[in-house]
């Protein structure tokens, strides 16, 4: 009954030509992303005028040609594509796009692509990436004051289903790469969706998330906010860490003290993770690092990693791992562009008999790694 | 020296072609769209395949071609465009894209579009669209569990600057139109960045503002959850809307009573707002019809809209202005296609002596009036 009035409204409104009614109608109404029943997927989009369609996606090499019949270009994968979100963009005679026809978009950096789920069953990547019936933590953008950088930044914070009602939490710090933003690891990242999921399962403690921006110089990712001030900052964004750190201590309600505390990040956030548990040993009993960048800022060009390690960092890092945590962690892709820096970490703190995991995927330095490592890592905190 | 070393990474990034590095560089990197110094806007596109560019904007009437120099198509706007958040996209040999050069873009209903916002002094439109260096609220997406539709549902919350301190604030429901979610007002809508804007200037009261999803057979948006779960409701939203009123009196510290609440609604919420105000007279103090459906889900379609009102709302609408509301605002644009509906309510409320305020803007069902709307609104509530 409700429908068949709001079809009612629709109808009104298709009467007049306006801008707004752009918005209600769907006119390239061909479905695509189609997921068929052997987990192949069918990419089309209506182009009559255009010579060359292609679809570029990280579910297969290269860029593949899309075929032209009446002007409704298809593509269709190979069949069994495993769980994933996988994403995905069109070239049109040269000119990248996203798919008209799909509105699941994220913005990755400084690009949008298309983006869509596989999922064959309940607790496979895909299932863990969706909304499903399960109790769900809230995601606020909470904006705080950073002394340190003279400045008030916003940052993404997920608590548990739950958490309303009382009670105290750990927390996980979860840091971003170079070029992302607060909105990197709930939008690409799937942090909630992990989260619940992992949760609701008891596969995880429930926790506190804090996604704060790793770009100093930044108060917020100008997509959302329509304007970032930039200003030149007093002080690194690790030495600045503590400005968040005293914010979420004192506006939630969390169990304090290392083995309630954890701190990963990807890539850049690879190296603020590895800089600030640096600084502050024995203040993190789970520390991750996601395909980690660890010769950024600091370290002079010429000079062999882990010499430039122990000169620069020996005592910090000596004093972190005297302090015992439960987990160091350290995962990356075996294609990864950062993979011989991760090797000479690794070999720097073999030399020295530190105790930490190391986790090897396949793959490059792609939020498909990350998800998974943000998954893996969760699993093995507070416990 | 940060910055020198972040290019360092994205150098050695570029070294590996893969999929990951097409999100670090925009390899389409002309200004799109370029705010000129006399304030108009233009658009560029490299596309030297293409037949015909053309882009199509709020900002203008139809659509227009743009001028091919050697593969990069522009088109410049007329002078002067006033200050606004506006929305466009290109249209690439009959196909609709968003702007590749311009990160900013939202989603209304089934439609991405890019946009950009002119602003030419403090306090005007545009810049109350915008981040700016003031206090700020927080926004929260936030499950909350609707016995009356049997669902956990997503909705989000605006909470103003300094709520963490302390304190009760006023409550103002804002809900969206057909084919929206709990997405829409936080986006298009640009809800934190007015309230923001109007609370630090003091010409809005610090207030909470609750943003439900309003499709009583949805849970959340699929888009960024991944995932819907839709039923059939049990009641309807205007029945279960009391749920969301207890689930924010129970979670948040609000003031109480009328004269703390307020609600308001775009078109097909302009109908819950006027439905939900009718089952409780009394509780809303303020009430804002902006754009409203009026006669959606049950009036009979060949009986005078005035005719229905009285046989089926007469009761409801007495009781609510004989509980004296502060305000009852009902707003529309000249071109409307709801604008008759709105004449047949006003007409109903100006033959029973029903005291209300009425505002008619310049255009049509979009959502640059429903910003103006909101803005106006929000000024007179709570004082």
């Given at each position: 009954?409700?429908?068949?009035?709001?079809?009612?409204?629709?109808?009104m409104?298709?009467g007049?030509?306006?801008?707004?009614?752009?918005?209600?109608?769907?006119k390239?109404?061909?479905?695509?992303?189609?997921?068929?029943s052997?987990?192949?997927?069918?990419?089309?989009?209506?182009?009559?005028?255009?010579?060359?369609?292609?679809?570029?996606?990280?579910?297969?090499?290269?860029?593949?040609?899309?075929?032209?019949?009446?002007?409704l270009?298809?593509?269709?994968?190979?069949a069994?594509?495993?769980?994933?979100?996988?994403?995905?963009w069109?070239r049109v005679?040269?000119?990248?796009?996203?798919?008209?026809?799909?509105?699941?978009?994220s913005?990755d950096?400084?690009?949008?692509?298309?983006?869509?789920?596989?999922?064959?069953?309940e607790?496979?990547?895909g299932?863990?990436?969706?909304?499903?019936?399960?109790?769900?933590?809230n995601?606020?953008?909470?904006?705080?004051?950073?002394?340190?950088?003279?400045?008030?930044?916003?940052?993404?914070?997920?608590?548990?289903a739950?958490?309303?009602?009382?009670?105290?939490?750990?927390?996980?710090?979860l840091?971003?790469?170079?070029?992302?933003d607060?909105?990197?690891?709930?939008?690409?990242?799937r942090?909630?969706?992990?989260?619940?999921?992992?949760?609701?399962?008891?596969?995880?403690a429930?926790?506190?998330?804090?996604?704060?921006?790793?770009?100093?110089?930044?108060?917020?990712?100008?997509?959302?906010?329509?304007?970032?001030?930039?200003?030149?900052?007093?002080?690194?964004?690790?030495?600045?860490f503590?400005?968040?750190?005293?914010?979420?201590?004192?506006?939630?309600?969390?169990?304090?003290?290392?083995?309630?505390?954890?701190?990963?990040?990807?890539?850049?956030?690879?190296?603020h993770?590895?800089?600030?548990s640096n600084?502050?040993?024995?203040?993190?009993?789970y520390?991750?690092?996601?395909?980690?960048?660890?010769?950024?800022?600091?370290?002079?060009?010429?000079?062999?990693?882990?010499?430039?390690?122990?000169e620069?960092?020996?005592?910090?890092?000596?004093?972190?791992?005297?302090?015992n945590p439960?987990?160091?962690?350290?995962?990356?892709?075996?294609t990864?562009?950062?993979?011989?820096?991760?090797?000479?970490?690794?070999?720097y703190?073999?030399?020295?008999?530190?105790?930490?995991?190391?986790?090897?995927?396949?793959?490059?330095h792609?939020?498909?790694?990350?998800?998974?490592?943000?998954?893996?890592?969760?699993?093995?905190?507070?416990?």
């Open positions: 009954m409700k429908r068949y009035f709001i079809s009612l409204l629709v109808l409104a298709f007049q030509v306006t801008f707004a009614q752009q918005a209600i109608f769907d390239q109404n061909t479905q695509s992303p189609q997921v068929n052997d987990n192949s997927v069918t990419f089309r989009l209506y182009a009559p005028k255009a010579q060359k369609v292609q679809v570029h996606g990280d579910f297969m090499e290269g860029i593949q040609d899309m075929t032209n019949e009446n002007g270009w298809s593509f269709t994968t190979p069994n594509l495993s769980p994933e979100l996988y994403m995905y069109f005679d040269g000119i990248d796009m996203q798919d008209p026809g799909n509105l699941m978009r913005r950096v400084r690009t949008h692509m298309s983006n869509f789920i596989i999922t064959k069953e607790g496979d990547k299932y863990l990436y969706q909304n499903h019936n399960v109790a769900h933590g995601v606020s953008e909470v904006w705080y004051e950073s002394p340190k950088l003279g400045m008030i930044r916003r940052m993404t914070i997920y608590t548990p739950g958490y309303e009602k009382g009670g105290k939490y750990p927390v996980m710090y840091l971003h790469g170079a070029g992302g607060e909105e990197a690891w709930p939008t690409l990242g942090t909630a969706q992990i989260m619940d999921n992992l949760i609701a399962s008891g596969k995880a429930p926790m506190i998330v804090v996604m704060p921006n790793g770009n100093a110089s930044d108060d917020a990712s100008p997509y959302a906010t329509g304007l970032t001030h930039k200003q030149k900052p007093a002080t690194t964004y690790e030495e600045s503590t400005d968040i750190m005293n914010y979420v201590q004192k506006n939630y309600r969390i169990k304090k003290g290392a083995k309630n505390t954890a701190i990963c990040g990807l890539s850049m956030g690879g190296y993770t590895f800089s600030i600084l502050h040993p024995g203040k993190f009993d520390i991750g690092l996601y395909s980690a960048a660890i010769r950024m800022g600091w370290r002079q060009e010429n000079q062999p990693l882990e010499e430039y390690l122990e620069k960092q020996g005592k910090a890092i000596e004093a972190v791992f005297a302090a439960q987990l160091y962690w350290v995962a990356i892709g075996n990864d562009f950062l993979y011989e820096q991760n090797k000479s970490l690794r070999n703190f073999d030399k020295k008999g530190y105790k930490y995991e190391y986790f090897e995927s396949d793959g490059g792609i939020w498909r790694n990350w998800r998974i490592y943000l998954t893996m890592f969760a699993q093995r905190l507070f416990k």
